[in-house]
């Protein structure tokens, strides 16, 4: 189904008629605002991809960031040893007795903007691969040289490729930047630069934000783990890409249903009678019962042991003449 066939069903339900620009856009609002809440509640069919990365080999540093992309981390194991590691927050590392992170063991440390840190302080530049119809609006805030926390909007107009902020952007120290967003869809990614033109961020087409998880994959420098080349595989979750063509499909066509039913219940929550909220009560838990469903006969097609049993047996084994390809790459972080 596509988004053409979800609006008429939701216009017919609702009353809200998709007869020019403003009304379909409400509609759309009730529906994005509806496949967010599915996914990020459910881990549904497609929603979840393995890839192997490739950790950058450097001595000096022992954290990383994932790409724009990886929403969630849900798996993690070297690649050449099949070995799981475990992947912590922050909590073990404040608790009452020591504690270092051990081998095998990732901790995300939080969820930032940048992917790579900025080399020098100074304005940012926006970049698009291709020309917009339609303004775009971007924003970035954080610290500044003059200022611990700062809000700059920019306006790519129509045909505008490039844009730079007017703000002297600092690193991070304490805060730097905290959030680099754009309004709308765009039909190419965004890409950031620092002064010096260094890339430094990016925001996808249907994302609204840059988005990058860090993470500190080991206590100390250990030459050991940072063979070049050297690749974990991950297990992950994808963002929620946000509907808006009309030939846009959502990420899973048996799920379709049950993004009408929650679009509904969220549509009768705002309503004044008093009979409202039993109707988006009764709608949401229509649209849980479908999911539900989906999900059930997705596990029942599987074995749901996920847990990487350790292998007594297992060496390391160094990482050339394995015939792997390219890995996509991680980021390393200062």
Not at 34 to 56: H, K, T, V, Y
Not at 81 to 107: C, M, N, S
Not at 234 to 254: A, C
């Amino acid at each position: 189904m596509a988004v053409s066939d979800m609006l008429l069903k939701l216009s017919e339900a609702t009353g809200v008629t998709n007869s020019n620009a403003a009304t379909r856009a409400q509609l759309l609002r009730y529906l994005n605002t509806a496949g967010r809440e599915l996914w990020n509640s459910w881990d549904l069919p497609g929603s979840m991809q393995e890839q192997f990365f490739a950790i950058p080999a450097d001595q000096t540093n022992i954290q990383i960031t994932l790409p724009w992309y990886c929403e969630q981390i849900r798996g993690a194991r070297w690649a050449i040893t099949g070995q799981k590691i475990t992947v912590r927050d922050f909590r073990p590392r404040y608790q009452a007795t020591p504690w270092h992170l051990p081998f095998l063991e990732w901790r995300v440390r939080q969820r930032q903007p940048l992917h790579t840190p900025m080399l020098v302080e100074g304005p940012l530049t926006f970049v698009l691969t291709e020309p917009q119809e339609i303004p775009i609006t971007l924003c970035v805030s954080g610290q500044t040289t003059a200022a611990s926390q700062v809000m700059e909007t920019i306006i790519l107009l129509p045909g505008q490729v490039t844009a730079v902020t007017q703000n002297q952007w600092s690193k991070a120290d304490p805060y730097g930047l905290q959030q680099i967003s754009k309004a709308g869809i765009t039909t190419c990614d965004v890409n950031i630069f620092d002064y010096s033109g260094l890339a430094v961020a990016e925001i996808g087409s249907r994302s609204e934000q840059a988005n990058n998880i860090l993470v500190q994959i080991s206590e100390y420098v250990n030459s050991a783990m940072y063979q070049p080349n050297n690749a974990v595989e991950l297990l992950y979750k994808r963002p929620y890409d946000t509907l808006f063509y009309d030939t846009d499909i959502f990420h899973s066509p048996y799920a379709e249903d049950s993004l009408i039913w929650r679009a509904r219940a969220n549509y009768e929550a705002l309503q004044k009678d008093e009979l409202a909220l039993q109707r988006a009560s009764l709608f949401s838990a229509k649209a849980d019962e479908l999911i539900r469903q989906i999900v059930s006969n997705q596990e029942s097609e599987v074995d749901m042991r996920v847990n990487v049993a350790p292998n007594k047996y297992a060496r390391a084994a160094s990482f050339w003449g394995r015939g792997w390809g390219k890995f996509s790459r991680t980021y390393r972080r200062s």
